[in-house]
């Protein structure tokens, strides 16, 4: 978006001398009352309150800071809409330097229309003219050009200081993917020949339906949806200088949609940064990081994304191949970038709604999450009903201090940054700004804590603080920034009450200036008999290859547009890995309760369910599972996806989508979930090596993966003796493990999975134990070096004697050193070596064999 001058968007920006009053703030007159504002600034900081004058009586202080989520190159707060028109506004805080940018919005009235969930056939959404859109917002000046690039092209070069991180990623986007940046036609005019601000480019398709919150809460708001909407729109036409709102829609808590994006149909939006062209953005009014989405807004939102999927021809049970990511054609904002939206609420629910869109089923209700109790569970249950004249139902009380907003364990790579958000809720008296709120205690490991102090991530060292007056009985977000060491492994941090676990694991993360340099080395000579490929793409000096996971089949045309929707084929295995889940093992879940959803036909035990929630809860005979009123089993339960994805929605963290066969047990006096799935389907979820890795590195620790797997199935070898399970998804015990969420976001890792498919490395017709592990000092580990017990487990020595590793000196030993480390199979394949070359260095003597098998006849 390209930042240009308030005379250029007539922006109605006032300079009025400030009035001091003492403890007061610095206060700003308005000779015509304003509804709303947004300030700018013109460095990276803004430390400001504000609150306006009410009838004689000042609002609280509202924090503002630099909003730039959807577009990282502009320096303007958030909307801040105040109860009613008001002429007196204070500010106080450490910038001295801002300019108010207020808004004004239109009084007249307009008959609503709630969107249509009877019988008639196209949704009733309020067009533009119908809410009051006042369009000459979107005309003046315009010297753009008509390239047929997107014009988020355009807006990377235009700041010459330091570009922010997300900026040089969008770059790398473009530059990787130019072809998915492409318009069809650019209109700089309207018919009347007047020039838009901000040309209309259409996409030449639509593949993605994203979610997003306004993250304005609508709890208590006094305001109109009406008046909000309005609001939003000048926020984003002027204020942002985007020339028009950046949404295609917006949903009120009563469920009417509202028309966005001017332009019609595959008009090229604002919403999601680098993400625009080819997608539509939906927002819902509210921030659903501390309230709910209501009934009639989900139905609203189902309704309109069966018409949308109609009209662009979406096929909805398809995956879409979205700058080199698999993704669902319906996806949260989140899912494509570093980002809250659409909120923790909202995004725990979109696999309830995606199945009720798939359904054709728009009246069907959501279960939403409920805040933890008292006790500590959770529970899942529909929203109420919403009313005309009610607004989101108020989060329930919580105890006092601070709780989690996502998993409380994070699985990271050395070196990486990781966000967390934590809620605190205030007791019986308010809590002045910059009090303590909660100790820092770091149990193990040496973690750097940065918080969230207005937009500003300042370091922390043995306690977080309040980031704005807080009155009694309010709850505040805090965002916190951790560090995770450069020489991995575990680590364990308390934040008051909150303790998180931090895994860290694979190739240490570089800072994006330093440039990599590698060691030459030469490996001693081996000689090794190549499988042969059966599915052949090497390239010679090609680190990363274009993906191949997803393969189009006979039975998938295109569309009547000429482009085909695909899917993930994943090779037929009939070697199956039960996996237990860390599902109740920190404090984001329960140990005596789980809530799933299931995509597609499932079944319980064998019998057909529907599609919806099944609450499993921990009894004397077992699990139990129930849908609504109806038994559906006891003791042991099996929850067969039949092809589709199960979610567990009471699992607060991204990754909880798993494929194959969720079995429910009681296992040492707690509910215990696990999942059960072909082997390769498996491999496809192991987090050990994103894309970010090189490709030849990704084939070998996939061979490498599944040979450790593959070992442990034999029964000769068991890693859990007597338990009802082969391995875990935890690194500490066995291989990181993901689901449905990794793989999705990795296609190359997925396409190094089914390359090597079915492939393991043996001895003399025996598996190995394929150990490998991060990094070392320059020379890898014989196991007895770790220990005798350690030792134990290594059949064949002579294969894990220690070899210098040159590629990693230098490097903290991460790991236990046996086997093949993560820095020197990188080195290696960024020398042009194949995976073959590498795991023939790290397991020399092996050989690479394809179907193996272990298990008992």
């Known amino acids: 978006m390209r930042l240009r001058s308030c005379a250029v968007l007539g922006i109605l920006t006032i300079l009025l001398p400030f009035v001091a009053r003492a403890s007061e703030g610095r206060i700003k007159t308005f000779a015509d009352p304003i509804d709303a504002l947004s300030v700018g600034v013109s460095g990276d900081a803004m430390n400001l309150e504000v609150s306006a004058e009410v009838n004689g009586t000042w609002t609280e202080w509202t924090r503002l ?148 919150h306004t993250a304005m809460t609508v709890t208590g708001e006094t305001r109109s949806p009406l008046e909000r909407m309005r609001a939003l729109y000048q926020y984003h036409t002027v204020n942002r200088s985007w020339g028009d709102i950046g949404y295609h829609y917006v949903i009120d808590e009563n469920g009417q949609i509202y028309e966005g994006r001017a332009g019609g149909d595959y008009v090229v939006g604002g919403h999601a940064y680098c993400h625009n062209v080819g997608s539509i953005g939906i927002a819902l009014m509210g921030n659903f990081s501390v309230e709910q989405p209501t009934q009639a807004q989900t139905k609203s939102l189902q309704w309109l994304l069966i018409s949308l999927s109609e009209k662009y021809g979406i096929d909805l049970h398809r995956s879409a191949l979205f700058h080199g990511k698999t993704l669902p054609p319906i996806v949260g904002h989140r899912q494509l970038l570093t980002t809250d939206c659409p909120g923790d609420t909202l995004f725990a629910a979109l696999d309830q709604i995606r199945q009720n869109v798939l359904a054709g089923d728009p009246l069907a209700a959501v279960a939403f999450l409920v805040a933890r109790t008292s006790s500590g569970s959770v529970s899942a249950g529909p929203s109420p009903p919403a009313s005309p004249f009610a607004h989101a139902p108020s989060a329930p009380q919580r105890a006092v201090g601070l709780f989690p907003v996502g998993g409380t364990e994070i699985q990271g790579r050395p070196g990486e940054q990781v966000l967390i958000s934590l809620r605190y809720q205030t007791g019986a008296k308010p809590v002045q700004r910059r009090s303590s709120i909660g100790t820092i205690e770091r149990r193990t490991g040496r973690l750097a804590v940065w918080e969230d102090h207005a937009g500003i991530f300042e370091q922390v060292v043995d306690s977080l603080f309040a980031p704005e007056f807080l009155n009694a009985g309010s709850s505040t977000t805090i965002r916190v920034k951790m560090g995770i060491p450069y020489q991995g492994g575990e680590q364990t941090v308390a934040f008051g009450d909150v303790v998180y676990h931090i895994a ?100 319980v035990n064998g019998s057909p369910v529907d599609p919806t929630l099944i609450q499993l809860t921990k009894t004397n005979d077992g699990c139990s599972a129930m849908q609504g009123n109806r038994s559906l089993g006891t003791g042991i339960v099996r929850i067969d996806s039949q092809g589709g994805i199960a979610t567990i929605v009471s699992w607060n963290r991204e990754r909880n989508r798993f494929r194959g066969i969720l079995e429910c047990r009681v296992i040492a006096g707690s509910l215990v979930l696990i999942n059960e799935l072909p082997l390769e389907e498996y491999m496809a979820g192991i987090a050990e090596e994103d894309d970010r890795e090189p490709y030849e590195k990704q084939r070998a620790l996939a061979v490498a993966a599944r040979t450790y797997a593959t070992y442990y199935l034999d029964p000769l070898h068991r890693k859990f003796p007597g338990m009802p399970y082969d391995g875990s998804d935890s690194p500490a015990s066995f291989q990181i493990y993901s689901g449905v969420a990794f793989e999705e976001k990795n296609p190359h890792w997925v396409t190094a999975v089914q390359d090597t498919s079915g492939e393991v490395l043996t001895k003399g017709g025996q598996i190995i134990r394929a150990a490998y592990f991060s990094s070392d000092d320059g020379r890898t580990r014989s196991p007895l070096e770790v220990s005798a017990g350690f030792a134990s487990g290594f059949p064949f020595p002579e ?33 042009g070596k194949k995976a073959e070359d590498i795991l023939q260095y790290y397991y020399p003597g092996t050989a690479m064999q394809r179907g193996y098998s272990t298990r008992a006849p």
């Open 799 to 831: 294969v894990f004697a220690s070899k210098p590793d040159p590629w990693c000196s230098g490097m903290p030993v991460s790991g236990h050193g046996v086997g093949m480390s993560g820095c020197g199979a990188s080195g290696q394949a960024k020398e």
């Open 504 to 603: 860290a694991s694979g190739q240490r993360v570089r800072t994006p200036n330093q440039k990599p340099t590698y060691q030459v080395y030469t490996a001693p000579p081996v000689t090794h008999a190549r499988t042969v490929r059966l599915l052949s793409h090497q390239l010679s000096g090609v680190v990363n290859p274009p993906p191949r996971p997803l393969i189009v089949t006979p039975a998938s045309p295109p569309d009547r547009r000429g482009i085909t929707q695909t899917a993930p084929l994943f090779a037929k295995s009939t070697t199956t890995i039960r996996i237990l889940l860390r599902y109740g093992t920190d404090d984001a879940s329960s140990t005596d309760l789980a809530t799933v959803t299931v995509s597609g036909k499932p079944t």
């Open 65 to 212: 800071g630099i909003e730039d989520e959807q577009d990282p190159t502009l320096r303007e707060s958030k909307l801040v809409m105040f109860p009613q028109a008001v002429t007196h506004v204070r500010f106080r805080g450490e910038t001295d330097d801002f300019t108010v940018h207020p808004i004004r919005i239109s009084g007249a009235p307009i008959t609503y229309r709630v969107a249509s969930l009877g019988s008639v056939g196209a949704p009733r959404i309020l067009t533009r003219a119908q809410w009051g859109a006042d369009e000459s917002l979107l005309f003046g000046s315009n010297t753009a050009s008509s390239s047929s690039i997107s014009d988020e092209r355009v807006t990377l070069a235009e700041r010459s200081d330091q570009p922010a991180q997300r900026v040089i990623d969008c770059q790398e986007t473009i530059q990787k993917y130019l072809d998915e940046f492409r318009t069809v036609q650019t209109s700089s005019k309207d018919a009347t020949g007047r020039a838009f601000l901000w040309p209309q480019s259409y996409s030449p398709s639509v593949r993605l339906l994203v979610i997003h």
